[in-house]
């Protein structure tokens, strides 16, 4: 019998499901059970073109139509989305292996969220009016075009929303190409925006890895690149959209700082470390994974940490009270267990977890190390699973320098009860995305994004309109043209 999750074919473009077998199957394998539920197929080169020739042409006539109508089409699938919340949640936890308990609450609502944020923005999209004496300019700002969105595996169904609302919101047209491992959301994403209106071919979704991506990313018809993945994969999409001069966005990976003075509130610093290490596994790519701690505190904060890390409930991700799942991939999980035994190899102290968990599936359990230096390969490189490293500090001028003291910059936080220290502090992290006594808030109204080598470009907020939108200027005379001869 058919699975579920199996999607009714690989690819979604100019307003319906199209399938090609001749392209290299991709198993979709449950993270929870190891089991394959799913097969779809990477695009072929002739499955790159029909998706590629139908946005360029369907995009003409979407941004000739008013902001309100394309924000009314984005509304309405923000309401269907809600509606479905938890046939979508399923799905999501089919696709990743994420708890039910978490894809009820972060998945399809952010993805509505932003499809309703953009769609609200749609219709005020509007330019200046510049007085130059009897003369005068007006900006207009405008479509980019044909944008591509490419997408890791943690959030498929939000990335999928995040890059498709505000694109389609300024009257551009988009190719989604979700990563290989997560497969499965982002055709719901296309399938419920041509049900709430979108014309056919403003949003379609095609399969495929790396090469797939590349091909997207190098087409001459495409004004415009959104990536979500490492830094890597970001070095090398960003090199080959410059290219061909194109527009780009990238958000990548991190390593990012979370801060801890002794006067801060124990357990909401407890509960900051754990949002920013433990949601999704530690699959998030903003997440605080070097916690910084001032040394009055470092045992107390420990011990608490402990105790409340010892309540996360692992198994079924289908059941509710389930609170921590699998890796996405066995791959991943070899990966994290890789630099679990670095961990420990470099001297640092498992203060809990350590290993794979002892049940079926990717699962490992959330890890604490303790008494981690600077140089330790855990403190610098991006785990992308539930490690936590607890660093030691004495000084607020010390705890800058070392935060700082790293190739990322995604984000980064201060728990602190002293509020001009917060701001002082914040002020000097080189980072995107902070927070002041929270971890990991993400709402649409506010921008996301990295600096450094964690990314250019911002996602939501009106910052999004920024990066999917261009502006014409345009200068008007009243009088005659002087000229010299
Ligand atoms: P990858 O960088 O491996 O892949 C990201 C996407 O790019 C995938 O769809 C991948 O395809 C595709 N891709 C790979 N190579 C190319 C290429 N040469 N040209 C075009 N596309 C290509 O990242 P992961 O999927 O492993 O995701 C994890 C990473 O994403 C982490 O580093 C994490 O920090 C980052 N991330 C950043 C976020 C942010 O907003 N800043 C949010 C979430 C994750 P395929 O996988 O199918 O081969």
């Not at 998030?284 to 994974?289: A, L, M, Q």
């Not at 079924?316 to 609170?323: F, H, L």
């Not at 981690?372 to 140089?375: F, I, K, N, P």
């Given at each position: 019998m058919t699975h579920p999750a199996q999607p009714k074919a690989s690819h979604f473009i100019n307003g319906e499901y199209v399938e090609d077998t001749a392209g290299t199957p991709i198993p979709v394998i449950y993270a929870a059970t190891g089991e394959q539920i799913a097969t779809v197929y990477a695009a072929t080169p002739a499955i790159v073109e029909q998706a590629l020739s139908t946005a360029k042409e369907a995009q003409k006539a979407w941004a000739k139509m008013t902001g309100t109508e394309r924000g009314r089409i984005l509304r309405r699938a923000a309401d269907i989305m809600r509606e479905r919340n938890h046939e979508l949640s399923v799905l999501e936890t089919y696709d990743t292996g994420k708890p039910l308990q978490e894809t009820l609450v972060a998945d399809a609502t952010s993805g509505a969220d932003a499809l309703e944020y953009f769609g609200g923005l749609a219709g005020s999209l509007t330019g200046e009016h510049i007085p130059m004496g009897e003369d005068w300019v007006y900006t207009v700002r405008e479509a980019l075009g044909l944008c591509v969105g490419i997408g890791a595996w943690n959030y498929p169904t939000q990335i999928a929303c995040w890059k498709g609302a505000p694109a389609l919101a300024c009257g551009n047209s988009m190719v989604f190409k979700p990563s290989e491992t997560t497969p499965l959301c982002a055709l719901k994403v296309a399938e419920i925006l041509h049900e709430a209106?979108?014309?056919?071919?403003i949003y379609n979704v095609i399969q495929g890895m790396g090469e797939v991506g590349g091909a997207l990313v190098t087409d001459?018809?495409?004004d415009k690149v959104s990536l979500t993945g490492s830094v890597p994969t970001g070095k090398k999409v960003y090199a080959a959209a410059a290219e061909g001069m194109k527009h780009v966005t990238m958000e990548l990976g991190g390593k990012s700082p979370l801060i801890i003075f002794d006067d801060a509130d124990i357990d909401n610093a407890v509960g900051g470390a754990i949002n920013g290490n433990f949601y999704s596994s530690g699959q998030?790519?903003?997440?605080?994974?070097r916690v910084f701690v001032q040394k009055g505190i470092k045992e107390k904060f420990l011990a608490r940490l402990a105790e409340r890390t010892g309540n996360a409930i692992l198994g079924?991700?289908?059941?509710?009270?389930?609170?921590f799942g699998p890796m996405v991939t066995e791959n991943q999980m070899n990966i994290v267990l890789g630099y679990i035994e670095k961990g420990k190899e470099e001297g640092a102290r498992v203060v809990c977890g350590g290993n794979r968990a002892?049940?079926?599936?990717?699962y490992i359990q959330p890890t604490v190390f303790a008494d981690?230096?600077?140089?330790m390969t855990i403190a610098r490189?991006?785990?992308?699973?539930p490690v936590m490293s607890v660093l030691d500090f004495d000084t607020e001028e010390e705890v800058i320098a070392r935060a700082n003291?790293?190739?990322?910059?995604?984000s980064a936080g201060v728990f602190t009860n002293d509020f001009s220290r917060a701001h002082r502090v914040i002020g000097q992290l080189e980072a995107g995305s902070c927070f002041i006594n929270s971890y990991n808030d993400a709402p649409v109204e506010a921008p996301f994004g990295g600096v450094k080598a964690s990314g250019v470009g911002r996602e939501n907020s009106k910052e999004a309109i920024k990066h999917f939108s261009q502006v014409k200027s345009v200068y008007v005379r009243m009088g005659d043209v002087e000229a010299a001869f």
């Open positions: 209106g979108a014309p056919a071919g001459p018809r495409v998030v790519c903003s997440n605080g994974t079924d991700p289908m059941d509710e009270a389930t609170s002892d049940m079926p599936g990717y981690v230096t600077d140089d490189e991006e785990i992308f699973g003291d790293t190739e990322f910059g995604l």
